[in-house]
Structures are given as C-alpha cells and as structure tokens.
C-alpha cells in the first residue's frame, strides 16, 4: 500500500512540474508575442475622445438616413472588428458607428465604477466630442441590451430604434447565477494574465469575414484587454441597472430583437422572454435564429436583410 502511495505521490508531483513548466512556457511565449504586436497598436481603427480625463476610441463610416450604433456585449475584446462582418454588409447604405467603452478595444482601461448610468453617460458624451449626432439605431449586442433600454427610457428623443442582437432583458437575471458569472470571469482575467487567453483566439474562433492580419490585430488586443477590471466591475453593476429599468415605463419605441437559440447565455428562459418583452409593445418583432450567441457573426446576411427592411418600414 505504502509503494503504490508513494507511485501516486511521485506521479502527482511529475504532472504538477509539467504543469508549473507549460504554463511558464505560455506565460513567457505570450509576453513575446505581444512586444512584437506593439506596432499594430499604434494606430486605432477609429477616432479618440477624450472622456472623463481617458480617451474612448468611436469608429464611423458610411452615409445614410440612419445612424446604426453598434454597442458590444461583456467582455467582447474588439467591438470594432466583432461587428465588421455584419456592418460592412450595411455601410453602403446607413451610417455606421461603432463605440468601444472603456476597457474594450483601443479605449483605456479605467478600473472605476462601471454602473449603467456612467456607462451610458460616458457613450453620450463620447459621441458628441466625435462630432456624432442622433437620432440612432441602438444595435445592442448582449448586455449592452441594458444600457440601450435604458437610453429609450431617458433620451428618447435620441433613439429611432433598437436592433437587437441577442441582447438581454431585466428578466435576464431574474434567476442568473452571479456568483458562477464572477467566478467564470476571474478566472477568464488569469488566463489572459498567463497568456492562456492566446489560444482562445485563434484563428478558427475569430469571425471568418476578417482577413488575417485583422485577426492578428483581434488577437492583440484580446491579450491585453480580455476580461479587465473594467469589464468585471461592468458585470458587478447588472442589478442595479435592472432594478432602475423595471421602475420605469417600457420604451414603446419600433423594435426588432434577433436572438439565438439560448445554449451560449446563462439566463434562463431566453427565448421566452423576448418574446414576453415584445407582447406589449406597438411595434416589436422577435426572430429567431438557428445559431450561436454571436448571431451578427453567424447569420449577418439574414440580420443586414432583416434590418434593411425594418427601417424601409
């Protein structure tokens, strides 16, 4: 009994040693790799603004009678390149805006509180500094659905319309797990600290529409903002956001809400829901799409189709 302890003693501590080594190796590999990434860096894909004493990067292009204003889910490292496939399906015929809050893309990385309404605040007055008017088409991808609810509620003025890509709803997280979601997250913050989060963004994972010195470019910035402290104290701020939405009115503004089939979210009920929040509006359609939570990177020609003829209408 005593031999085959000790076996199991010397084999744990083999795989142990194999493991301290690899990770070094990762670890070592990856802060490589993102000393030669430096140089594309250097040159933001859209304009910076300087908000609260941080620079925001706003991306624009394209002319139209509608202003499209994509707004990424958690964690999404790169909105401007995440969102291509679909927008440079619709930049020939609508103005294309793209904001990257703090903590994502070519923004800053702040570590400051995060609640909806400084989020929406900080948006707001990114957009006027770019020189960037309304009214817009929120096209809010996951939990930016909060934020873009929020916006109808308090300017709506401001929004046109909301195109949702499956994006959440208060229901949402009417049971969601938190404690599960935080412990996903900081373990998401270490393995980009270790360089773990390199492999995660290979090229196979990356959206097939961007060429590969785009992914590489995805790919360098991943590494460096995946899952920050911004992001995580963006997620520490769900209930309260929550609870303001429900104490006001819904916005009745035109709607169209492209979801998933709901295998990739942690809410419950998804499907349910959006088309629970659509039954009492004047003006909301709910579609839904075969495919994963990503929906503009999986079914952007049916989405672009879609949003052409909703806003003809």
Known sequence: ??????????????????????????????????????????????????????????????????????????????????????????????HIVVIEKFGYGFSDVIDDERSFDTILRQDREALEKAGIKGPFVLCPHSLSGLESIMWAQNYPDEVEAIVGLDMVLPRTYDEFDFDRLFKYEKLAALARKLGIVRFFYSDRSLPSTLSKEEKELYRAIACRKAVNLDVINEGLSIPEAVSEIDSNPKPDVPMIMFISDGKEVMGTNWVEDHYEYASDLTDANVIELDCGHYVHNFMQNKIAEDIREFLDE
């Not at 194999?18 to 990434?37: A, G, H, T």
């Open 1 to 94: 009994m005593k031999k085959i302890i000790k076996t199991f003693g010397k084999v744990l501590l083999t795989l142990v040693i194999i493991l301290m080594v690899s990770l070094f190796i990762i670890f070592v590999y990856n802060r490589i790799r993102m000393k030669q990434e430096e140089s594309l860096l250097k040159k933001p894909l859209g304009q910076m603004v300087e908000v609260d004493g941080h620079m925001m990067c706003v991306y624009e292009e394209g002319e139209g009678a509608h202003t499209l204003l994509f707004l990424s889910g958690s964690g999404t490292a790169s909105p401007i390149l995440d969102f291509k496939s679909l927008y440079t399906l619709l930049k020939d015929d609508y």
